[in-house]
């Protein structure tokens, strides 16, 4: 029988590990999606927080990791989309504050209440050997995370743009098309995208820090334009009045979404829609 203290160090040894290697990864590399068979670092850590969830239902000790979030980051979810995601920051804050609640709940833990036989999703086994391979499945992915960063450190290099002077990032588009399938199909044979994320007249891809997508309109569609172009920004008012200033028509307001980001669209001279996004404040 594994101790609860050999557990808790698993766990201890995972979470340092874990932030050394997101240190200094941006919100927009973690969604990177590299160009080998793996998920984002996004991706990683929220399943990492997944399996805490899960350890600390076994140690019953409750956890604030709602439903909707915890299907974002389970095994064979779609990929994470920029904007749908839950923040990096806000992840590991998840991740830091479950590390000092299985420390005190596997401090509580005595013998007798690891070696109790429960229902897991595995079957019956005792309560310490689910922990414990709860444990080894997390040091797996903390080891995820050392690949993914050394990939984005490459790509950091190879993309760097000494002469860039806008904090503005392209991060999103969304195509309209008459012919959703036929038009994503085209893309993705050509780019040789791999799997899409598909939802009712809607497929996308992520391209690597970039996701494209496709809509399906029915005939007679003429306005909004072809293309949805989506932008990152670090002053969203700002950016918005001075498009309304030029004379842009406003598709929505700045407005403040459940999943942490504030977004707005205005239509530019050709109909087509230009969204701009900026993450909430202490997100």
């Known amino acids: 029988m594994i101790s609860a203290e050999q557990i808790s160090n698993a766990f201890r040894s995972n979470h340092a590990l ?11 590399e973690a969604l990177q999606t590299p160009n080998f068979q793996a998920n984002c670092m996004n991706w990683v850590v929220g399943h990492m927080v997944n399996g805490r969830a899960e350890a600390l239902q076994f140690l019953e000790t409750p956890f604030n990791w709602q439903p909707d979030e915890q299907g974002l980051y389970k095994t064979g979810s779609d990929p994470i989309r920029p904007g749908i995601e839950v923040p990096l920051e806000n992840l590991l804050e998840r991740f830091t504050s479950s590390q000092a609640m299985l420390e005190t709940a596997l401090g509580k833990a005595n013998e007798s209440f690891l070696a109790q036989v429960v229902e897991t999703r595995f079957g ?6 689910h922990l414990s391979g709860l444990g080894w499945h997390e040091t797996y992915h903390a080891g995820q995370l050392e690949i993914l960063r ?5 790509m950091r290099e190879t993309h760097r743009s000494p002469g860039l002077q806008t904090d503005a990032s392209i991060d999103t588009a969304i195509v309209f098309t008459k012919q959703m399938t036929a038009l994503a199909t085209f893309y993705n044979e050509g780019l ?14 992520s391209v690597g820090s ?11 569609f003429e306005s909004p334009g072809a293309v949805t172009l989506w932008f990152r920004v670090n002053d969203l008012q700002a950016v918005f009045d001075r498009f309304v200033a030029l004379g ?20 530019d001279l050709d109909g087509n829609v230009v969204g701009l996004s900026q993450r909430r404040a202490g997100r």
Do not use: C
Not at 18 to 28: F, P
Not at 192 to 205: A, C, K, R, V, W
Not at 248 to 267: E, I, M, N, S, T
């Open 18 to 28: 874990a932030m050394r290697l997101v240190e200094g990864i941006s919100e927009t």
């Open 124 to 129: 019956q086994r005792p309560r310490w050997q």
């Open 150 to 154: 050394q990939h984005t450190l490459e």
């Open 192 to 205: 040789q995208l791999g799997d899409p994320n598909e939802s009712p007249g809607h497929i996308g891809y």
């Open 210 to 220: 970039f996701y494209l997508g496709f809509d399906q309109v029915e005939e007679g």
């Open 248 to 267: 842009a028509q406003v598709r929505y307001a700045p407005a403040a979404k459940p999943w942490g980001d504030v977004l707005a669209a205005v239509y």
